[in-house]
């Protein structure tokens, strides 16, 4: 014969944690999810807004849009592209974070002496881009198919 006081856990206390625990999970991971989802978008953000501040240095050093590109040109980066018209000589280098794929495209047609889009995607964020239009001077987010 036991003496003594059971010890451990009832099955009701059990079912109280467990269910504790689901609750909590249950608000947590949809948080986490666009916590996430949110630092995606600034990667991508930033690495079009820095693309475009490199196209502008390159307009600046050899007055002329460089050629269209996606950088990184297959899968996604982190990569380093060179930015070039052709005809330059020194490297030019547009930076591009792990997951992010940009597409500079030159623009024919506007008013502009300045003319090209950049458009980023993320390849965790299927649906959603960011795209900066020189020629409109206005930065939007896209569907994630190039600037509009």
């Not at 609750?23 to 995606?40: C, D, E, H, N, Q």
């Not at 002329?64 to 040109?73: F, L, N």
């Amino acid at each position: 014969m036991r003496g003594g006081k059971d010890r451990g856990f009832t099955l009701i206390e059990l079912l109280v944690t467990v269910a504790i625990l689901a609750i909590l999970m249950g608000v947590a991971i949809p948080m986490f999810t666009r916590y996430i989802s949110k630092a995606y978008r600034g990667t991508v953000t930033a690495d079009v807004k820095n693309a475009a501040l490199a196209v502008e240095a390159f307009i600046e050093d050899y007055r002329s849009v460089p050629e269209s590109r996606d950088c990184p040109s297959s899968g996604y980066g982190p990569a380093v592209c060179d930015l070039t018209d052709g005809t330059n000589t020194e490297p030019n280098a547009l930076k591009v974070s792990k997951g992010v794929r940009i597409e500079l495209r030159r623009v024919s047609g506007c008013e502009a002496s300045v003319s090209y889009r950049v458009h980023g995607v993320h390849e965790k964020l299927p649906g959603w881009g960011f795209c900066f239009s020189a020629c409109e001077g206005r930065q939007t987010e896209t569907d994630g198919t190039g600037c509009p």
